[in-house]
């Protein structure tokens, strides 16, 4: 096989390397958003994510500036990630930096995962398995 080949070769499987990964992140929160809200409990199992590495997931809240996360290299995240109402923000982070990210839109099951006085949960890998239960009013 020829040079040119074996880079033409290389060059397609980092390409599909990096679409899948992409597109896996892209399938979960299509998945998220077509959960049908008529029924009462869901289960999302972040923890079985294992196309990367990763330790922690932060989940935010729109407008939560990632940036006052102390202890933590986001970098890697977008700079608006959590500038807009209808989305919140999941960051998959290993050994203190982040990773990958999603952004499924917002519904009232998931607004439970980030709830608190800081707009912001982190959660270890072995702890990001939900059990979204409809409140009853």
């Known amino acids: ?5 074996r880079l033409k070769l290389v060059f397609f499987l980092i ?3 990096s679409s899948c990964t992409t597109n896996r992140l892209n ?3 299509q998945n998220i958003n077509k ?5 009462k409990n869901y289960s999302i199992r972040l923890d079985t994510i294992s196309f990367f ?3 922690e997931v932060v989940i935010a809240g729109p407008y939560v500036s990632l940036s006052n996360i102390n202890g933590y290299n986001f970098k ?5 990630a959590t500038d807009y109402d209808q989305y919140i923000f999941m960051g998959f982070i290993s050994e203190k930096e982040g990773v990958k990210w999603a952004s499924p839109k917002r519904n009232k099951y998931l607004d439970s995962l980030y709830k608190s006085d800081i707009g912001y949960k982190i959660y270890k890998k072995s702890s990001a398995s ?3 239960r409809k409140k009853i009013e």
């Open 35 to 39: 959960l049908d809200y008529n029924h």
């Open 1 to 5: 096989m020829s040079i040119t080949n």
């Open 27 to 29: 399938e979960l929160e």
């Open 76 to 80: 890697v995240f977008p700079s608006n």
């Open 130 to 132: 939900f059990k979204l």
């Open 15 to 17: 390409l599909l390397f």
């Open 53 to 55: 590495e990763w330790d």
